[in-house]
């Protein structure tokens, strides 16, 4: 099964953050690089002036800063100025039902204690074409890297371990066949 696109991922703001960039029940642990005061935010009331979070892992998109995630990166990090924040991990999920706008929506919340969950570890490359671990039947990267480790000793994409896999059948003497 190919990993389906969630229409807020299209329709919703694609520079920050948001419900779309969170797997089912996923909560993500990420360090703060660094908050930009004043940066300057385009939303469907227009332009305006707001505090963002930066964060040090790549491709996680910036955070908007409202007083509840405010209040609650306050707390994790012990200190009410954003200065203090850089370096301090933080845990994001996605709370439901939440009134806002005039709607009930869905939002990335900060959990208000240090981080539960482990940060995600990057998932390798193909150690043989060094290319993205695509696995087959719907699994997922990090599935495919822990089998293929399990199987042949480092992680490959699915077209290299059906290679390696061919080579080793190639290898075996037949039935019958003495060497």
């Not at 694609?14 to 703060?32: Q, S």
């Not at 908050?35 to 002036?49: D, F, M, R, W, Y």
């Not at 007083?67 to 370096?87: H, I, L, Q, T």
């Not at 900060?110 to 998932?123: F, L, M």
Request: hydrophobic fraction near 35%.
């Amino acid at each position: 099964m190919a990993e389906k696109t969630h229409w807020k991922k299209i329709v919703s703001d694609p520079n920050f953050i948001g419900e779309a960039d969170f797997r089912e029940g996923e909560e993500k642990v990420l360090t703060l690089d660094y908050v930009n005061c004043s940066e300057t935010i385009t939303t469907a009331e227009g332009k305006s002036q707001k505090a963002v979070a930066h964060w040090k892992e790549p491709g996680n998109k910036p955070m908007i800063l409202n007083v509840e995630r405010s209040k609650a990166m306050e707390k994790v990090a012990g200190s009410p100025y954003f200065e203090d924040w850089a370096g301090v991990s933080f845990q994001l999920y996605i709370k439901k039902g939440i009134k806002a706008f005039g709607d009930t929506v869905n939002a990335v919340r900060v959990r208000p204690y240090k981080p539960r969950v482990q940060a995600e570890t990057p998932i390798p490359k193909c150690t043989d074409c060094g290319g993205d671990l695509v696995p087959p039947q719907g699994k997922d990267a990090k599935w495919m890297a822990a089998y293929t480790t399990k199987h042949y000793g480092v992680p490959l994409c699915a077209a290299c371990a059906q290679k390696r896999k061919q080579a080793a059948e190639a290898s075996q003497p037949a039935e019958g066949e003495v060497l």
